[in-house]
């Protein structure tokens, strides 16, 4: 078995591009087949500069590794398309010795205004319908077209099932380019047989164009490989194509934002495929083990951005509780606040070991743990408007602050000694959890939420805690 994946350098890799570069990964470590990377770069016009390294890097952090293709070679070099125009010229020129292929130099003027006279006539355009009676020979410089065979054709789709078309939508295609380079319409076809692909993956769009690959394929001779149609991404709403307008991100700013590609790779994989049971979390392993194209959905896929960040915040405690904290530290790196420079890689780890299972990204170490850095900004108004808290006076505060400080004064500074000193705290207080506790968290941390207050002190350390309590009881008193 041979899959490949056939990305253009055009710009940056975005997800429906990723999704059909895993399946056939996926299928081709299932049966011990090959996988191929081919760098679809005929488009001169759209090519982006620094496109095929991102589409490397890409697959690379994402764990799909290629058998054959740009870096790692193979029996079929080259890989880029660009570099192989004279094989295509070579396929090319069979088709013309067999009376399957014309020169066409009619020009865009003269393809205009037959496309203007179906439309007055109201009929479908076909421009077989005005193929020249006597084609020039053909060299570089000229389109050269396919001499379509019109008729029915069928063919089995491994998604979509048994397909038919008729002869209507078959049409004298380009071939080559006038720069002599093959359209995607001929190349694909080529480069497939040459390089023995089994299975062509590609989005559901190419379906309506199957019809004339299938000529290609009979003019030429060539075993049709099995043909997979892979359905749309869909925006969140439904109704249509995922765009970036509907929140779609290229994959380097998911990688950007703390996406685990382990994550992205669960994600996508899932996105019109599941394996009939209930499990969402998946190794790459157990997507390659449990991975078939029978379970392809046939319908599109809509996209959930609250389901990738879901699963990333999985995949973030899955990482730290299977592997410990030393592996998901090390992914951290470019994700903490600018503050946490000033402290070692220990600090750093005790601060993730408190807050790891509340990330939903790495890029949520940034607002997440600035306190752990740096000293916040007292705001007497955050105790006092507290749900829990508005029903004290600015006097009771004060001195259950100063309690607390002058109880923790005595604690053997360790997690466990500190819960114990924060219950009995509770109970000689004679205050809730929700209260006494919300207290001194917003007091050393003055943030949304943090992790439990006897990690969180812990971790700041003994001095820390104790000047904080103490900042906000002047503070309190002072307001």
């Not at 490397?56 to 125009?85: A, C, H, M």
Request: charged share 25%.
């Amino acid at each position: 078995m041979k899959t490949r994946f056939a990305p253009s350098p055009t710009g940056y890799i975005h997800i429906g591009n990723v999704r059909s570069a895993i399946y056939p990964y996926l299928l081709a470590r299932q049966q011990d087949g090959k996988f191929i990377l081919r760098i679809e770069d005929t488009d001169r016009a759209r090519y982006v500069e620094g496109a095929t390294e991102l589409i490397e890097d890409t697959l690379k952090w994402l764990g799909l590794e290629w058998d054959e293709g740009p870096i790692v070679g193979g029996p079929n070099e080259p890989y880029f398309q660009s570099e192989r125009k004279a094989i295509y010229q070579a396929w090319a020129q069979k088709l013309i010795d067999m009376g399957r292929a014309y020169a066409d130099d009619t020009s865009p003027e003269t393809i205009d205004k037959y496309r203007n006279l179906c439309y007055n006539e109201k009929r479908p355009y076909l421009y077989r319908d005005f193929r020249p009676e006597n084609p020039p020979e053909w060299h570089e410089g000229i389109p050269l077209r396919f001499k379509s065979d019109p008729k029915i054709r069928k063919w089995h789709d491994e998604v979509m099932g048994d397909m038919e078309a008729g002869p209507e939508v078959q049409d004298d295609i380009i071939l080559l380019k006038a720069d002599g380079l093959p359209t995607y319409n001929f190349a694909h076809i080529v480069d497939d047989a040459e390089m023995g692909v089994t299975h062509v993956m590609r989005g559901v769009e190419y379906l309506s164009s199957t019809p004339n690959y299938l000529a290609i394929y009979e003019a030429l001779g060539l075993e049709v490989p099995k043909l997979v149609s892979l359905p749309h991404i869909l925006a969140p709403t439904g109704g249509k194509k995922l765009g970036k307008r509907d929140g779609a991100k290229s994959v380097t700013e998911y990688r950007d934002d703390g996406i685990l590609p382990e994550a992205l790779l669960n994600y996508l994989a899932c996105l019109g495929w599941n394996d009939g049971s209930e499990q969402e979390i998946y190794t790459k392993d157990e997507l390659i083990s449990k991975f078939s194209l029978e379970k392809i959905q046939t319908s599109g896929a809509r996209f959930d951005p609250v389901k990738i960040l879901w699963q990333n915040g999985q995949w973030i405690r899955k990482i730290a509780d299977k592997q410990g904290i030393d592996a998901l530290y090390a992914r951290t790196a470019g994700f903490w606040p600018e503050s946490a420079n000033d402290y070692d890689d220990e600090y750093r780890k005790a601060v993730l070991s408190t807050i790891y299972d509340r990330l939903k990204t790495l890029s949520d170490l940034r607002e997440m743990t600035g306190y752990f850095f740096a000293d916040p900004i007292v705001d007497p108004e955050l105790i006092i408007g507290n749900k829990f808290l508005k029903k004290f006076s600015e006097e009771e505060l004060s001195e259950l602050l100063q309690i607390s400080a002058s109880k923790l004064e005595q604690t053997e500074w360790n997690a466990n000694s500190l819960q114990q000193t924060l219950n009995e705290l509770l109970a000689e207080a004679d205050k809730k959890p929700a209260e006494l506790f919300s207290l001194i968290r917003i007091s050393l941390s003055y943030a949304p939420f943090s992790p439990a207050l006897h990690l969180t002190m812990s971790v700041l350390g003994k001095n820390t805690t104790l000047a904080r309590i103490r900042n906000t009881v002047t503070a309190l008193e002072n307001h």
